[in-house]
């Protein structure tokens, strides 16, 4: 899964040089917003909006590499240059409430946990959709490696909440209207079990075979899956392109509408032209399919 270290230099960008845009003229931050409690820790998620309010769309950022979540001053991610934006400024410029969602970190919680995290966190959002002056029917998600993983789940296990729930937020749609996931693991049997070496290095593994169905986006694609924009590495050894290839087989078997872009001689993680090439594929995706009246 994606690199704890590339995570961690991921979230902690430095200030380049040069102009700097004004917060007041390019975003406003409200960090550690709480969506729920676990083991006598919050559970957080970021919300950076644009200047004016934005285009009244959502876009939910997975941090999460080998599911563990890492914590940064959501300021860093602010480089203003007027080059070599990052995925987060390039969300924002194009007007998207951006929303950088955390989870109970490996190694203390398991996968499960962190897809009951993000889940719970969804319908926070959507719940508070006014607060922050995003369309609750307009609201994408995105990630990378596990974060992949995790956008998949959301897509492809949304509900429409439980009407029976005491807690409102539990009343409160878990769907999502887009996913894009780079090199994402579609189904985990081939890494959990007591014989599976790859555990030691990603302990978020370590959880019992039989709850595997239930964490394996693979295995609940269903017609009304939103649409979904998959980009994979054709060299990638960790979580190989057939995860995205056999997800996109699914989808399109169930009608889903799915595109797979394959970047070739491509490992786990991109660069250089691949990089952008990728992150252009997440916006204009998220353009098109959250755009209003979509």
């Not at 997440?282 to 353009?287: A, K, S, T, Y």
Request: proline residues 9%; hydrophobic residues 40%; glycine residues 10%.
């Amino acid at each position: 899964m994606l690199s704890v270290i590339a995570l961690a230099v991921a979230l902690n960008v430095v200030p380049m040089s040069g102009a700097v845009r004004g917060e007041e003229e390019w975003r406003s931050i409200r960090p550690d917003v709480i969506y729920g409690h676990k083991a006598g820790m919050a559970l957080t998620y970021d919300v950076i909006t644009p200047a004016g309010g934005g285009n009244g769309a959502g876009v939910l950022f997975m941090v999460s590499g080998g599911w563990v979540s890492m914590w940064a001053p959501p300021e860093n991610l602010v480089r203003s240059a007027p080059t070599d934006k990052n995925l987060w400024e390039r969300l924002v410029d194009k007007g998207f409430t951006l929303f950088l969602v955390r989870h109970g970190s490996s190694p203390q919680f398991k996968v499960p946990e962190a897809w009951s995290d993000v889940e719970l966190a969804i319908r926070h959002i959507r719940a508070h959709a006014a607060d922050y002056g995003v369309d609750p029917q307009r609201i994408g998600v995105c990630g990378g490696s596990a974060g992949g993983h995790l956008s998949l789940m959301m897509g492809t296990r949304g509900d429409d909440g439980d009407p029976a729930a005491r807690d409102p937020i539990g009343r409160t749609s878990s769907r999502v209207q887009c996913v894009v996931a780079f090199f994402p693991p579609t189904d985990l049997e081939p890494y959990v079990g007591p014989d599976k070496p790859i555990v030691k290095q990603f302990p978020a593994l370590e959880f019992p075979e039989s709850q595997v169905p239930d964490v394996s986006p693979l295995r609940h694609v269903t017609p009304d899956d939103p649409p979904t924009l998959l980009v994979h590495g054709d060299k990638d050894e960790l979580v190989p392109l057939f995860h995205s290839e056999k997800i996109k087989e699914a989808m399109d078997r169930e009608g889903v509408k799915c595109e797979l872009i394959v970047i070739r001689d491509a490992a786990h993680g991109f660069a250089g032209e691949d990089n952008e090439r990728a992150l252009g594929a997440l916006v204009d995706w998220m353009v098109t399919h959250l755009a209003p009246g979509e």
